[in-house]
């Protein structure tokens, strides 16, 4: 395996709408990132992932892009951005950028002109004639990811247009040669300015079946054997590497219900179409079939079986990312332990598993200081187009109760509320009286300033866990080996290699739970490293276990 400075980094993605207000409109903004520059250099991130910050209409908040070499003036301008790229990189901190290539807004330049059936750019797009008599049905039966048909039909056009996501969000067509042409173009205006890599959105649904047959019946992503890992994955992102390769740019490919040979077809080394994807199992733990309103209690044994299944499947061969938070994803804190009893333990014990396991970290913003989802019971004041459209979907099985509780609990707006920066109004996040999505209100306790202050926050340990990551390759490299794989409370594992051993034991359980060290590990002289506790064993004993509690061992 080579060692790679993106395998010893730590990432951190920022959603710019949410992060920091300059000018009091109650807007994240690109300024305001750089006013924070100082606590990302503070907490000892490496990299950054920026969701979209270019031109768009925010029908999906910048994942509709309307202009792609145009910073979102809502955002700043491009001399801010210019400027934000030379003072990160002057502080040692890699960017890459969203790239979000599946669809385009419905108000770029080339899906207005495609709606004239004699423009070069009609064919840049999925347009088709409906089915049925009077051609009133859509042209096949895929849905969206965003409920409903994949669908929509222009009365102007006459024709029908595919949208896997919001009907503002028309798929491009990558049969036409020209579309790819265009991508590359603007991956070099990008890669010029000198941005050092790419989160790939959504980019296996590139490939569509030729045709677009019907899909198999399907109560959700109806139609998905034909727009996921199609056939012509390969070709396309050989096209993009022919780029990207130019440029030594870093990629991670965001890919909806993949597995580890689907992994290897994209990312094995030496033949790499994609540096790294992610995969979804480390959010699913708590849902079924991974869409997560299907909620069920979390599962340990459910979690570590598929890590496994990816801490196996691509040693050696590839590389994960890691990640419990997104901004698609509810808190974890409040999923995968208790947002209100033993919290700070909880999240200190999630940040041990994300900095200890194989694979590249990716930090959220907020997740750092243990920041939990907003319970809005008001469908109204969510923002996500996602949430209404599958809030009205669920009012039809689970009735207006169940689809509210259903959404509170995993809507994308639980991540996307403002950066609780301090105790002051609105958690310092903006001087504006009203802010775009509501800010939660339990920032009076759960803000970054009291993180900073406090020795024992959640923060002081994330920073703790990075520094020593970055000064200890055997978090990097090396094996991983689990014990006790069908304890339901004990996720216990060893990492080997020839940089030393890490054992590192976590108590999933919010109570005390006994815990006896495997013999191999008993045997040999490990050393407490750190603890979520100040007075953790010093050596892996027979003990009990607190609360979350979660230990890292080391042996020279
Ligand atoms: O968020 C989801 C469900 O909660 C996912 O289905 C999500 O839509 C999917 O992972 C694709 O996400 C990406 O592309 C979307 C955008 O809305 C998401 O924010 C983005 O991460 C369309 O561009
Ligand atoms: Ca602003």
Redesign the pocket.
């Known amino acids: 395996m080579k060692n790679q400075w993106y395998k010893e980094a730590v990432f951190y993605q920022i959603y710019p709408r949410s992060f920091k207000d300059s000018n009091s409109d109650g807007i994240g903004d690109i300024k305001g990132i750089i006013s924070k520059i100082d606590y990302l250099v503070d907490l000892g991130i490496d990299a950054i992932w920026f969701s979209p910050l270019y031109a768009s209409p925010n029908a999906?908040y910048g994942?509709d892009i309307s202009d792609y070499k145009a910073i979102n003036p809502e955002y700043g301008t491009m001399e801010d951005f210019d400027k934000m790229l030379k003072l990160l990189h002057k502080n040692n901190i890699k960017v890459i950028m969203d790239l979000?290539i599946n669809?385009t807004s419905d108000q770029h330049e080339w899906f207005q002109q495609s709606r004239d059936v004699n423009s070069k750019y009609h064919d840049y797009y999925y347009w088709r004639d409906g089915k049925g008599k009077w051609g009133k049905k859509p042209p096949n039966n895929w849905t969206s990811?965003f409920a409903g048909s994949a669908w929509q039909y222009d009365e102007k056009v006459g024709k029908w247009y595919l949208h896997l996501?919001d009907k503002n969000?028309p798929d491009l067509n990558y049969f036409n040669p020209n579309v790819m042409k265009e991508i590359q173009d603007i991956l070099r205006f990008w890669l010029d300015k000198g941005v050092d890599g790419f989160r790939c959105?959504?980019i296996t649904l590139l490939s569509k079946t030729f045709g677009l047959p019907n899909g198999a019946p399907s109560p959700a992503l109806c139609g998905r054997e034909h727009y996921i890992d199609g056939p012509r994955m390969e070709e396309l992102l050989g096209q993009l590497q022919e780029v990207l390769r130019e440029y030594d740019a870093f990629t991670v490919g965001?890919s909806?219900l993949i597995n580890v040979p689907k992994a290897l077809r994209y990312t094995t080394e030496g033949n790499e179409y994609l540096t790294t994807v992610f995969a979804f199992d480390s959010v699913n733990a708590d849902n079924y079939f991974g869409l997560?309103q299907l909620v069920r209690p979390f599962s340990l044994r459910k979690l570590k079986n598929s890590m496994r299944t990816w801490q196996h499947g691509l040693y050696g061969k590839s590389w994960n990312t890691l990640f419990w938070e997104n901004?698609?994803q509810a808190r974890i804190v409040g999923r995968y332990c208790d947002p209100v009893v033993n919290r700070v333990e909880g999240a200190k014990m999630l940040a041990t598993v994300l900095m200890t396991l194989s694979g590249t970290p990716f930090i959220y913003q907020g997740q750092e200081f243990g920041t939990t989802s907003i319970r809005m019971t008001d469908i109204n004041d969510y923002q996500d187009v996602?949430a209404k459209r599958t809030y009205e979907m669920m009012k039809g099985i689970f009735g207006a109760k169940g689809a509210m509780k259903r959404t509170a609990y995993c809507s994308?707006d639980n991540a996307r509320t403002p950066m609780q920066w301090d105790d002051s109004k609105n958690a310092g996040f903006t001087d504006a009286d009203t802010t775009w999505l509501k800010v939660n209100p339990n920032y009076v306790q759960i803000n970054a300033k009291q993180a900073q202050e406090d020795p024992n926050s959640v923060l002081n340990y994330y920073k703790k866990l990075i520094r020593l990551r970055k000064n200890d390759k055997s978090f990097v490299y090396g094996t991983y080996k689990d014990y006790y794989r069908n304890s339901a409370k004990i996720w216990a594992y060893l990492r080997e290699s020839e940089y030393g051993k890490l054992f590192v034991v976590c108590n999933f359980a919010n109570k005390d739970v006994s815990f006896t060290p495997p013999k191999e590990i008993a045997n040999q002289n490990f050393t407490l490293l750190t603890s979520n506790y100040d007075d953790s064993c010093q050596t892996p004993q027979k003990t009990k276990l607190r609360p979350y509690e979660a230990i890292i061992y080391k042996l020279q």
């Open positions: 999906d994942y979000v669809h990811f996501f969000q959105d959504v965001e909806v997560k901004h698609d996602e994308r």
